[in-house]
Antibody, heavy 119, light 107 residues
């Protein structure tokens, strides 16, 4: 059973870059089985899929953030990361890392980490 | 990307009621439709995957059906622990989009 854990700063200043890491245990980010994803949820609102990376490093981003986002895998640390540039208050959210297998649901989630964009 | 809609956005129901939530995709997703339950402060939990398959450990009062673009989640005999927000999500193509959610509240 995979275990995921998000880490990163809880506060980011406007116009700066939000960076989060998802540490993976119980499995390898090199696995061809899983797609590694970031999902966010603004306070009191719904879930938004930010993007996904597969074991080859191919990435798939939501059009709403595509110009500002990078998701990548670090196999040497068994983790994957999220970078979101030029943040505004609208990027304040709980950020989850999660995995799925192709055509299946997100069945492994981190506990989520709240990131607040504020000066 | 594929847009997902849900209705209603919220509903009030009593323990024991039958509840139905609908989800529509902007294009056919070939049955790759999943349902989640989320409670405050928690990550979502999978209830149903592939339109109608019950996730291990999920009570049989939850069921799903549908095809193409239209899908339904039914809770037969609402229990106190079922008061939560429910999301549909398509895993047919990236980005793997979610519906806006349906909040089930106590009447």
């Amino acid at each position: 059973q995979l275990h995921l854990q998000e880490s990163g700063p809880g506060v980011v200043k406007p116009s700066e870059t939000l960076s989060l890491i998802c540490s993976v245990s119980g499995g390898s980010v090199r696995s061809s089985t899983y797609y590694w994803s970031w999902i966010r949820q603004p306070p009191g609102k719904g879930l938004e899929s930010i993007g996904t990376v597969d074991f080859t490093g191919n990435t798939y981003y939501s059009p709403s953030v595509e110009s500002r986002v990078t998701i990548s895998v670090d196999a040497s640390k068994n983790e994957f990361s999220l970078s979101l540039t030029s943040v505004t208050a609208a990027d304040t959210a709980v950020y989850y890392c999660a995995t799925l297998e192709k055509y299946l649901p997100f069945d492994n989630w981190g506990q989520g980490t709240l990131v607040t964009v504020s000066s | 990307d594929i847009q997902m809609t849900q209705s209603p956005s919220s509903l009030s129901a009593s323990v024991g009621d039958k509840v139905t939530i609908t989800c529509r995709a902007s294009q056919s997703i070939s049955g790759f439709l999943n349902w989640y339950q989320q409670k405050p402060g928690k990550a979502p939990k999978v209830l149903i995957y592939g339109t109608s398959a019950l996730q291990t450990g999920v009570p049989s009062r939850f069921s799903g059906r549908g095809s193409g673009t239209d899908f339904v989640l039914t809770i037969s005999g609402l229990q106190p622990e079922d008061f939560a927000t429910y999301y549909c999500q398509q895993s047919y193509s990236t980005p793997y989009t979610f519906g806006p959610g349906t909040k089930v509240e106590i009447k």
